[in-house]
């Protein structure tokens, strides 16, 4: 059985999707534009989306009772690879000293002219 993930404190989806799901221990979340939910704005540099991102990332994972200890693969997804060091920069910071297993991909674009988006997959949540 699965459970849809929703909260106000990540942006809604723009299209036929859920913010995240949980099923079977684990808590799938689709991946996040750096869109600010309060005003719908998003930030200029790869460094500030990267930080955008992660923080929608924890936002639904806090719905479903886990954190960014909890994730165990993130997919990054970039533009322009010559932001690599600079959305890594930002990405550390919100893990302590396991880092999640990781894809980094370059696009040729993203919805909403974004530099930067970022999927997650975590252990636990509400649904166990």
């Known amino acids: 059985m699965k459970h849809v993930l929703s909260t106000e404190k990540a942006p809604a989806a723009i299209g036929p999707y859920s913010q995240g799901i949980s099923a079977a221990g684990l808590t799938f979340v689709s991946g996040q534009l750096p869109v600010d939910p309060a005003t719908g704005a998003m930030p200029e540099d790869a460094a500030s989306q990267a930080k955008q991102s992660l923080t929608n ?3 639904i994972l806090e719905s479903n009772g886990c954190s960014m200890d909890d994730i165990v693969k993130t997919t990054v997804f970039l533009v322009d690879m010559g932001d690599f060091a600079a959305v890594n920069e930002v990405y550390k910071t919100f893990f302590g000293e ?6 980094c991909v370059a696009v040729k674009e993203l919805p909403k002219g974004a530099k930067v988006e970022i ?3 975590a ?6």
Do not use: D, N, Q
């Open 57 to 59: 990332v924890s936002a």
């Open 98 to 103: 396991s880092f999640p297993a990781r894809s």
């Open 119 to 121: 999927e997650a997959i």
């Open 123 to 128: 252990v636990g949540g509400f649904s166990l």
